[in-house]
T-cell receptor, first 116, second 113 residues
Framework: DQQVKQNSPSLSVQEGRISILNCDYT??????FLWYKKYPAEGPTFLISISSIKDKNEDGRFTVFLNKSAKHLSLHIVPSQPGDSAVYFC???????????????FGQGTILTVHP | NAGVTQTPKFRILKIGQSMTLQCTQD?????MYWYRQDPGMGLKLIYYSVGAGITDKGEVPNGYNVSRSTTEDFPLRLELAAPSQTSVYFC????????????FGPGTRLTVT
């Protein structure tokens, strides 16, 4: 039962253009969503997050959009740079009355390649 | 701060052998986690701990054991290695309060043959 899905295994974009990475979830209890970036041979690093009380959160070149009715979120990177080439993971957590203890459920990841 | 450190970086085990993956964090985080990542898959939670002496199972705990005797250390034990445990293992930690993100270690790549 894949509760968080990233249906695009890979995405290729040109430097300077927009990258859009998508993520869908099925668990209605999820109320906090995060994006992580992972380079080869390194651990994932936190990129940006959004609470379910918002529909948009922006941090520099990175914006995350949340559509709760569609159970869908997306990460926009504008403009894309070659250094953004990495695997991007979507993750979700549920507050569950404070008993979730920060556990995250991850999607499968999307490999982003930004060409110079 | 070194953050979250993991040893070893790589290991090859024979079927049936045992080993312990080490994880240490120097950020005084209460919560710690072990995830595994298989090729083309997301990270799956093996075990987690909310403080010294307290551990609980995650999504895929079979074949593993953990202990948490100190705030800093959270070792993962494989007792009878099986080929299905070939994976990359990530340890992570976060503070107790709020909705903070997880801080991950660099991972241990384990091959069981």
């Amino acid at each position: 039962d894949q509760q968080v899905k990233q249906n695009s295994p890979s995405l290729s974009v040109q430097e300077g253009r927009i990258s859009i990475l998508n993520c869908d979830y099925t668990n209605s209890m999820f109320d906090y969503f995060l994006w992580y970036k992972k380079y080869p041979a390194e651990g994932p690093t936190f990129l940006i997050s959004i609470s379910s009380i918002k529909d948009k959160n922006e941090d520099g070149r990175f914006t995350v959009f949340l559509n709760k009715s569609a159970k869908h979120l997306s990460l926009h990177i504008v403009p894309s740079q070659p250094g953004d080439s990495a695997v991007y993971f979507c993750a979700a957590s549920a507050n569950a009355g404070g008993t979730s203890y920060g556990k995250l459920t991850f999607g499968q990841g999307t490999i982003l390649t930004v060409h110079p | 701060n070194a953050g979250v450190t993991q040893t070893p970086k790589f290991r090859i085990l024979k079927i049936g052998q045992s080993m312990t993956l080490q994880c240490t964090q120097d950020m005084n985080h209460n919560y710690m986690y072990w995830y595994r990542q298989d090729p083309g898959m997301g990270l799956k939670l093996i075990y987690y701990s909310v403080g010294a002496g307290i551990t609980d199972k995650g999504e895929v705990p079979n074949g593993y054991n953990v202990s948490r005797s100190t705030t800093e250390d959270f070792p993962l034990r494989l007792e009878l290695a099986a080929p299905s445990q070939t994976s990359v293992y990530f340890c992570a930690s976060r503070p107790r309060s709020g909705r903070a993100s997880l801080y991950f270690g660099p991972g241990t790549r384990l091959t069981v043959t």
